[in-house]
């Protein structure tokens, strides 16, 4: 009952005031320690950085960078969990209040509904007044791709994609780690999607330290993608939006990726 208070006044407070500027949000440290230890372990491989490996043109040791990158999503994954566990049962030894309020700030850390609503909207604005360039630029904010040539409707569809993406990543999946394992895991679980976005690209240098944490980022997501396609298609009935077109479109593109979870 307590994790359930925890995990609906976490929402509101997400609600109410989104991510406030100038406050260090945890994800912001796990990526700082995914930086630094995947730099580690390229210079404990190579004895240099990746930057001097490439210029060099040493030989690639693809087993020796997968082993460290299995590694590098252990110590994250389970040191944020242990992390959380540790503080909320610290906080709990000293008063059951000070845990509940710990875990609350926490859930709403780990959120991030109005921030992807207010950013995504900036984009919306842009399109409704007209203004392709704004638009343009609003959205690059939001995706990883080369914005400067889209047309309004590739805008658009980028902006929709994101939210998608977000909505699943960012407010659904959380919600259902936490609901099986409070704040840690819910945290564990952002360590996981931050590790995803930071080393899991099947570009030259991270193709192979990147791969256990793509690995584990399909599975932690296999359930909740498919969980947040049904709550969109759930959503479009109640407020009578087209759920027969829903339904369709997901039945349609469902596996329409090289990603397991990407589609739904």
Not at 65 to 82: D, Q, R
Not at 227 to 243: E, H, K, N, P, S
Request: charged share 25%.
């Amino acid at each position: 009952m307590k994790l359930v208070c925890a995990m609906l006044l976490g929402f509101v407070l997400d609600l109410i005031f989104g991510d406030p500027h100038g406050l260090v949000h945890p994800v912001q440290i796990i990526g700082w320690f995914i930086d630094k230890l995947k730099k580690g372990m390229q210079h404990l491989i190579y004895g240099c950085s990746y930057e001097k490996v490439k210029e060099k043109g040493i030989e690639r040791k693809a087993g020796m960078e997968k082993a460290a990158g299995f590694f590098l999503m252990l110590f994250i994954v389970a040191g944020t969990y242990a992390v959380i566990y540790g503080i909320l049962y610290v906080a709990g030894m000293i008063h059951p209040l000070l845990r509940f309020c710990l875990e609350t700030f926490f859930i709403y850390q780990i959120l991030a509904t109005k921030s992807l609503k207010k950013e995504s909207m900036k984009v919306y604005k842009k399109l409704k007044e007209g203004d392709l360039i704004g638009a343009r630029k609003e959205v690059s904010y939001l995706v990883g791709r080369d914005t400067e040539n889209l047309d309004e409707s590739e805008v658009a569809k980028a902006d929709v994609e994101t939210i998608a993406e977000n909505t699943a990543d960012g407010v659904i999946a959380p919600m259902l780690f936490i609901a099986l394992g409070g704040a840690p895991l819910g945290l564990a679980y952002k360590a996981v999607n931050t590790l995803d976005s930071m080393v899991a690209y099947r570009n030259e240098e991270l193709i192979h330290i990147g791969f256990f944490s793509a690995k584990m980022d399909d599975i932690c997501n296999f359930v909740p993608a498919r969980f947040a396609a049904v709550m969109m298609m759930l959503a479009a009935f109640f407020l009578r939006f087209d759920f027969k077109g829903a339904v369709r479109i997901f039945k349609r593109d469902r596996f329409a990726h090289l990603s397991p979870n990407s589609a739904q």
